[in-house]
């Protein structure tokens, strides 16, 4: 009897033992196995040097801030930075805050890009921080008014009074060289200097005869205004474009298409590529910002139709200006 209870007690220390054992086995198994995971995860995973991305943009109404702020949205979630954007005044002012390195990306046109890095018009010195990303979509000068105004041509624009935009903004460069490609300056009109919603806003009211805006098709503030007024585009005709294209092979002879905003025949005008353009010093991280662009487009064309025109093709070769590595990697891939 004592060598029974006995074998019954060794028997049942060694049970004992054995399932501490296999205890602290498991556990170092678990840990492993999930270090493994973290690291597979991190791995896949693409991540930015910078904490912040902000993109400078527009007017809130415009195709530049609609597409910034979904591509800013897309850069959070994906790289878990802090991204948005920046409204203003559009493409000169976004230069300017490149210059001084107060954000880090710009949508800007491509005339106002090019006088910012040779120091030209109004820019007293060149810009010399900045590469760009990718030629976007093209912004359609559109010169509207009302039936009227009596408006049929550019220089019909004499004596009028016409917004040219915000005051050294993308869309008062472009207003500028238009109305000299006709021989005509500021001293022929009374200019207003007032963005895409307070332009509209201004017709409505009866305080403007025109107003140039330059942007993807359709903008959203004369979409509004078209169900308000007797909306008129004002045709910018091939001998005007050509006149623009002997200095600038920025500009080119396009049409707003038919039912745009309510026009029953496509009006003929000049477009001015946007860009994308970066500060130089971002280094690395503009491959993962350039590849997160070009694999979300679909998304982007969504927030607004401008952007079903960007396409690799003539991202790079419709650069007019020295392209980043980083953004150069990723076109060299494809």
Do not use: W
């Amino acid at each position: 009897m004592k060598f029974n209870k006995y074998l019954a007690m060794l028997l049942g220390a060694t049970l004992v033992l054995s399932a501490c054992g296999d205890d602290s086995a498991d556990e170092p198994a678990a840990e492993s196995e999930e270090a493994t995971d973290s690291e597979e995860s991190s791995g896949d995973a693409a991540s930015l040097e910078t904490n912040i991305v902000t993109i400078a943009t527009g007017g809130s109404s415009g195709p530049y801030n609609i597409i910034a702020t979904t591509l800013a949205e897309g850069y959070s979630n994906e790289f878990g930075v802090n991204s948005r954007t920046q409204t203003t005044g559009a493409s000169a002012e976004n230069l300017n805050l490149m210059a001084e390195e107060k954000v880090e990306m710009s949508f800007v046109m491509s005339d106002a890009l090019t006088q910012a890095v040779n120091g030209e018009e109004t820019f007293s010195e060149p810009i010399d921080n900045i590469q760009q990303v990718a030629a976007l979509y093209p912004n359609y000068v559109q010169l509207i008014s009302t039936d009227g105004a009596g408006i049929e041509s550019v220089e019909d624009l004499a004596g009028k009074r016409v917004a040219v935009g915000d005051q050294n903004s993308g869309v008062e460069i472009a207003t500028r060289a238009v109305l000299e490609a006709h021989g005509m300056s500021y001293d022929d009109i009374e200019v207003d200097y007032l963005g895409y919603a307070e332009a509209s806003e201004a017709m409505r009211g009866g305080q403007l005869d025109a107003a140039f805006l330059t942007s993807g098709l359709p903008n959203a503030s004369v979409l509004e205004l078209q169900n308000s007024v007797d909306l008129k585009i004002v045709p910018i005709e091939q001998e005007a474009v050509d006149v623009l294209s002997e200095d600038a092979d920025y500009f080119e002879a396009l049409e707003i298409p038919a039912d745009t905003y309510g026009n029953e025949e496509a009006v003929p005008t000049v477009a001015i590529m946007n860009a994308l353009v970066v500060r130089s010093d971002m280094r690395d991280d503009v491959y993962n910002l350039t590849k997160y662009m070009f694999e979300n487009l679909d998304t982007l064309g969504n927030a607004h139709q401008a952007a079903n025109d960007i396409n690799i093709e003539t991202a790079e070769d419709s650069a007019v200006i020295d392209i980043h590595p980083g953004a150069q990697k990723y076109y060299d891939e494809q």
